[in-house]
Each structure stands twice: as C-alpha cells, then as structure tokens.
C-alpha cells in the first residue's frame, strides 16, 4: 500500500457487492448512475469508452439493444458486447428521465464546455457507488467494473479465449490479469489434465 492506496491489480466485485449497490442505486432513484453503473458490470468497454457512448450505439428511441459494439478509445479496436435485461431496463428508464437525441451522448456532462462526462467525473462517480456500499474504494476502480463479467466468465468457463475476444484484446498474456488468474487456477486445471 502506498499513501492510502492499493498498488497492483484491484479485484473485481464479487455479485453480494454488486446487488448492494444496486439495490442502494434503486432505493435512492440515482437512474444515471444505476445505468451507468450496469453497463460497467456487464460491458466490456473501458471507462473513456462508456462515458463516450452514444444513444444510438446501444438503443434506438427508448428500445435498447441486446448487443452493442463500439471502437474501444485506448485501442480503436471495436468491442462487442451484450447489454442483459436488468442493464436494458437501467438504461431505458435513463434515456426516458432525460430524453437525450440518438446522436447525443449517453451521458452528458453537466458543464456546458464538455459534451460528455470525462472520465474522471465516472470515476468521482464510481468512488461514490463503492462507498455508500461501505466497500473500500481504494479496494475498486473503474477497471475493475470492466473486469467483472470476464472474471465471472472465467470462473464458470476457464475459457481464457472467450475471455480475450470480449474484453478485445490482442494478446492472450494480457487477457490473464483480467479475469484474476490465480495460481490457484492455474494449479486446479493442471491437476484436471491427464497425460
């Protein structure tokens, strides 16, 4: 640890954690951030990426999408990913409360100088989330939001390529830190192969 914070890859949320801040999401009526929040969970994009979105890469009205795909920012790579039911309805109820155009930003930014909020407000943001869920929030980040479906597909599957083709990346050796391979992981599939 240094001055505070914690040094090295933070681990994903686990799904007790999640439903707190859903649920304190649902309670206090925060719709922006409870969509915001949802597609963090389940979509792979990067922070700069989600708070670039705009209505028209996930929905068209208020209908919103199943799958989405996006130019990742960090790596104008393109990113397919899908937006579950619990996600499509935190979104709608959004774009419904603040009727944004297709071509507008998903989330705007509440100064007038910035189109969209900067990724450091959804960081501000997400700090906030981790927080009224009296979780640490030097123990998360906004990767770590990125990272949660991958590590809980990882868990199920120990499919690492699947893992790599939703996160869009290019090389497997950075796909491993993603998901929170353990040694422990690595140990358990080894002893499941016979030679």
Not at 24 to 53: D, H, Q, V
Request: aromatic share 4%.
């Amino acid at each position: 640890m240094e001055q505070g914070k914690l040094v090295g890859q933070k681990r994903p949320p686990e799904l007790k954690e999640i439903g707190t801040i859903r649920i304190r999401l649902l309670l206090a009526k925060r719709t922006r951030e409870l969509a915001m929040f949802n597609l963090a969970i389940g979509s792979k994009p990067r922070g700069c990426s989600l708070a670039e979105l705009h209505v028209r890469d996930i929905a068209q009205g208020n209908q919103v999408f199943s799958r989405a795909k996006i130019m990742q920012r960090k790596t104008h790579r393109p990113v397919q990913f899908e937006i579950t039911g619990p996600t499509r309805e935190a979104v709608a109820a959004w774009i419904s409360q603040a009727q944004p155009k297709s071509g507008q930003f998903l989330f705007p930014g509440r100064i007038h100088e910035s189109p969209h909020i900067s990724a450091r407000q959804y960081a501000k943001i997400a700090d906030r989330r981790v927080t009224s869920a009296g979780l640490d929030r030097n123990a998360y980040g906004t990767h770590t939001m990125r990272r949660t479906e991958a590590a809980l597909i990882y868990r199920r599957t120990k499919n690492l390529r699947a893992v790599q083709l939703l996160l869009g990346r290019t090389k497997l050796e950075s796909t491993v830190r993603h998901p929170g391979i353990e040694v422990d992981d690595a140990l358990v599939i080894s002893e499941q192969t016979d030679i």
